[in-house]
């Protein structure tokens, strides 16, 4: 048997690798069919109703939810981490404002490994430190991108803030109410971890071949900008800037389903039922809404998901709301995705350390489609 026909006869390629278990985990788990969201056992409900974004992430990265002293000490160390290097503010400032804020994220997130002093370590304590510094970081840079491309100050974390509320601070310089530190918090904790998602996959892959936590994460984020995966509550919010008033709605969604047009922010690949973070997002976007500004975008996201449900049948998912509520909470347009990366960032560091420590190098294969047998010939007699 040749090799032609060893390959034709054993080898079937799965597209987009759908359904194939590429790996056990510990973090979460996504369950389409009835709707549910599991981090590390606990029901994404549960932790909405009885933990912050630090408790959450926390509890993916060690197992168990922090007792209050665990919880204290930790926040401590993240928030001292909320500072970046000053080349790396430099860098934002040398940036071309036209740069996407996820490209800014990915370049500056790349850049921070080369000023870790634990880049080079993968020992736990190591990883322990690298991954607090990180997720400190991620988020200040965005608060920071934003205060320096405004030509305002960058602003240094309140230590009495939680780690939501602090963002909000560093980016428009007040502090957030409760409702608003509520509802970012639960933003965040929505946005931490949802299986082996693209993004995710990649970072696994990046971490598999022993590379540095830094371009793990890097790869996480440059999978994350694609179109097909982040991004979506970004363009969500758009529909509200193209029509004047409810009265437009209905002919604009209309218009937009019977051109074969996809809404913003509707369906999933994996839930066959309502987004459970959608639902619980939806509830703190309308608690924000109550505010006299918000009222016409309330009614009209109301309207569009009715007619979306009447026409095709299908639910809005958690960026539909995620661009609501950062629209609420004047967190310009442009950012929105990075946000999701920035919360993304504490799942992705704990599928790199999950990596780490059982790890085996990821690397498929293909199935070779191309020609066999082919005889090269030199350049000179190539017609
Ligand atoms: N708006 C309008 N119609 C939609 C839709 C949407 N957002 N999402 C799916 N549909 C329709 C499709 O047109 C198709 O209709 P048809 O059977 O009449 O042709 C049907 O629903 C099934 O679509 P399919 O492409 O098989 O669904 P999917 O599971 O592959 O799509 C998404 C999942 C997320 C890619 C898709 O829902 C989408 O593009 N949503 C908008 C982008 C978005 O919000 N992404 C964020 C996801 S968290």
């Not at 870790?116 to 991620?138: F, G, H, N, V």
């Not at 505010?291 to 809005?316: F, H, S």
């Amino acid at each position: 048997m040749n090799m032609k026909n060893q390959t034709m006869e054993h080898v079937v390629a799965i597209r987009g690798l759908e359904n194939v278990v590429a790996g056990e985990t510990k973090i979460s788990y996504v369950d389409g069919v009835d709707g549910r969201l599991i981090y590390a056992g606990y029901e994404i409900r549960e932790l909405a109703a009885h933990a912050s974004f630090a408790e959450t992430v926390y509890l993916l990265w060690h197992g168990e939810l922090p007792t209050r002293e665990q919880l204290d000490a930790f926040h401590i160390r993240l928030v001292a981490e909320m500072r970046l290097p000053s080349q790396v503010i430099e860098m934002i400032k040398l940036a071309p404002p036209s740069a996407h804020p996820m490209d800014l994220l990915r370049t500056a997130v790349s850049a921070l490994g080369m000023y870790d002093p634990d880049a080079a370590d993968r020992s736990d304590e190591a990883c322990e430190r690298k991954a607090i510094r990180l997720l400190a970081q991620t988020i200040t840079l965005v608060a920071d991108m934003h205060r320096v491309r405004q030509g305002l100050p960058v602003l240094s974390a309140d230590t009495k803030l939680g780690f939501g509320a602090n963002f909000l601070y560093m980016l428009r310089g007040d502090s957030p109410s409760e409702a608003e530190q509520t509802a970012f918090e639960l933003l965040l904790m929505l946005h931490l971890e949802h299986g082996l998602n693209a993004s995710t996959f990649a970072a696994r892959v990046t971490a598999s071949t022993l590379s540095d936590m830094h371009a793990a994460l890097t790869s996480g984020l440059g999978t994350l900008k694609g179109p097909l995966h982040g991004g979506a509550s970004e363009r969500a919010i758009d529909i509200f800037e193209n029509v004047n008033d409810i009265d437009e709605i209905d002919e604009y969604i209309e218009g937009m389903l019977n051109e074969g047009k996809r809404v913003m922010g509707f369906g999933h690949r994996v839930y066959k039922t309502e987004d459970p973070r959608a639902r619980l997002l939806r509830e703190q976007a309308w608690i924000l809404c109550q505010r006299t500004d918000l009222a016409e975008l309330a009614a009209q996201a109301k309207r569009v998901e009715q007619l979306v449900m009447e026409k095709k049948g299908i639910y809005p998912n958690v960026d539909f709301y995620s661009g609501i509520v950062q629209h609420a909470l004047g967190i310009p347009k442009p950012y929105f995705t990075a946000i999701f990366a920035c919360a993304r960032t504490a799942g992705w560091l704990a599928h790199i350390r999950e990596q780490y420590a059982d790890n085996r190098l990821i690397r498929p294969t293909s199935h070779y489609i191309g020609p066999w047998d082919k005889v090269a010939v030199p350049i000179d007699e190539r017609g």
